[in-house]
C-alpha cells in the first residue's frame, strides 16, 4: 500500500471508527484555557486553579484586545506559570509568542503555517494547530510540524461560536496513528470529560467550566484531577 493509499485509509470515517485510546499513550491531562476577559483578580484565580491539581498548560486566550494590551495583562500570568511548571501558550499571535518569550503559540486555521511558527520561535516552542472536525486538516498540521492538534468543539460552549463538532472517535483514530499528542476542547466539563478521555484525548482543554463554576475554579480543578487520576 502507497503513501496516498494509506492516508486515504485514515481519511475514512469508517476507519476512525474503530479505534478507542491508546493505553501505552501517558495519561490525560488538562489543559486550562483563560476567560474571555481578564481582570486584576485574575493571577490569584489562576495560583488557585494550580494550586487544585495537576495543570499542564495553560492558554492565554483574549479576542479584541491588541498585541500591547494582552502583553500588560501577560507577564504576572507568565511568570506564575513559569514558577508552577505550567506550559504557558498565547493564543493566535505568534509575535506576540516571540515577543513574551512564550513557551508556544495555538494557531486557528486562519492565524498561519505552524512552519513559519517554527521558523520564528525556535524547536522548542509548542505550537498546537486547531483542526475542528477534520481528520484532513490534522494530517496537515502533523505534516507541517505542529507539536499537537486540538479537536473540537465536542459539547455546546458559550465561549464561542460552534460551527464544527466532530465524533469522540477522532481523538482515537489521532492517537492510534499518530504521535502527536491531541487536545480535546469545547464545552468540556468534569461531568461530560470521561468520553472523551475514554476515546483518546491525550488533554482536555477547560475554560467556562473552571472560571464560571458555581463551586469555584479550585473545586473544579479537583473534579477535573479525580477524573483524570492526577
Same mark, same amino acid.
Given at each position: 500500500?502507497?503513501?496516498?493509499?494509506?492516508? @486515504?485509509?485514515?481519511?475514512?470515517?469508517?476507519?476512525?471508527?474503530?479505534?478507542?485510546?491508546?493505553? &501505552?499513550?501517558? $495519561?490525560?491531562? %488538562?489543559?486550562?484555557? &483563560?476567560?474571555?476577559?481578564?481582570?486584576?483578580?485574575?493571577?490569584?484565580?489562576?495560583?488557585?486553579?494550580?494550586?487544585? *491539581?495537576?495543570?499542564?498548560?495553560?492558554?492565554?486566550?483574549? /479576542?479584541? %484586545? +491588541?498585541?500591547?494590551?494582552? @502583553?500588560?495583562?501577560?507577564?504576572?500570568?507568565?511568570?506564575?506559570?513559569?514558577?508552577?511548571? =505550567?506550559?504557558?501558550?498565547?493564543?493566535? &499571535?505568534?509575535? %506576540?509568542? /516571540?515577543?513574551?518569550?512564550? +513557551?508556544?503559540?495555538?494557531?486557528?486555521?486562519?492565524?498561519?503555517? $505552524?512552519?513559519?511558527?517554527?521558523?520564528?520561535?525556535?524547536?522548542?516552542?509548542?505550537?498546537? =494547530?486547531?483542526? #475542528?472536525?477534520?481528520? #484532513? %486538516?490534522?494530517?496537515?498540521?502533523?505534516?507541517?510540524?505542529?507539536?499537537?492538534?486540538?479537536?473540537?468543539?465536542?459539547? $455546546?460552549?458559550?465561549? /464561542?461560536?460552534?460551527?464544527?463538532?466532530?465524533?469522540?472517535?477522532?481523538?482515537?483514530?489521532?492517537?492510534?496513528?499518530? !504521535?502527536?499528542?491531541?487536545?480535546?476542547?469545547?464545552?468540556?466539563?468534569?461531568?461530560?470529560?470521561?468520553?472523551? =478521555?475514554? @476515546? *483518546?484525548? +491525550?488533554?482536555?482543554?477547560?475554560?467556562? &467550566?473552571?472560571?464560571?463554576?458555581? !463551586?469555584?475554579?479550585?473545586?473544579?480543578?479537583? @473534579?477535573?484531577?479525580?477524573?483524570? *487520576?492526577?
Amino acid at each position: 500500500m502507497d503513501q496516498d493509499d494509506d492516508d @486515504a485509509l485514515a481519511l475514512d470515517p469508517g476507519f476512525a471508527d474503530r479505534f478507542e485510546r491508546d493505553t &501505552s499513550r501517558p $495519561p490525560c491531562q %488538562l489543559y486550562l484555557i &483563560s476567560p474571555p476577559a481578564i481582570d486584576a483578580g485574575f493571577r490569584d484565580r489562576l495560583a488557585a486553579a494550580f494550586d487544585a *491539581g495537576p495543570v499542564a498548560a495553560f492558554q492565554l486566550r483574549l /479576542k479584541g %484586545l +491588541d498585541d500591547h494590551a494582552i @502583553a500588560r495583562i501577560a507577564d504576572p500570568i507568565q511568570r506564575l506559570c513559569a514558577d508552577a511548571e =505550567v506550559t504557558f501558550i498565547i493564543n493566535d &499571535s505568534m509575535a %506576540l509568542a /516571540k515577543r513574551l518569550g512564550a +513557551d508556544g503559540v495555538h494557531l486557528g486555521q486562519e492565524d498561519g503555517d $505552524p512552519r513559519d511558527a517554527r521558523a520564528l520561535l525556535g524547536p522548542q516552542a509548542q505550537i498546537g =494547530v486547531t483542526c #475542528h472536525d477534520s481528520r #484532513h %486538516l490534522a494530517m496537515e498540521a502533523g505534516e507541517a510540524g505542529a507539536d499537537y492538534v486540538a479537536f473540537g468543539a465536542f459539547y $455546546p460552549t458559550m465561549t /464561542k461560536e460552534v460551527r464544527h463538532q466532530p465524533d469522540p472517535s477522532i481523538l482515537g483514530w489521532w492517537t492510534t496513528l499518530f !504521535e502527536p499528542p491531541c487536545v480535546a476542547i469545547g464545552g468540556i466539563t468534569p461531568a461530560n470529560a470521561a468520553p472523551l =478521555v475514554a @476515546a *483518546g484525548a +491525550d488533554f482536555i482543554a477547560a475554560s467556562g &467550566s473552571v472560571w464560571g463554576a458555581p !463551586e469555584g475554579e479550585a473545586a473544579a480543578v479537583k @473534579a477535573f484531577a479525580a477524573l483524570l *487520576g492526577g
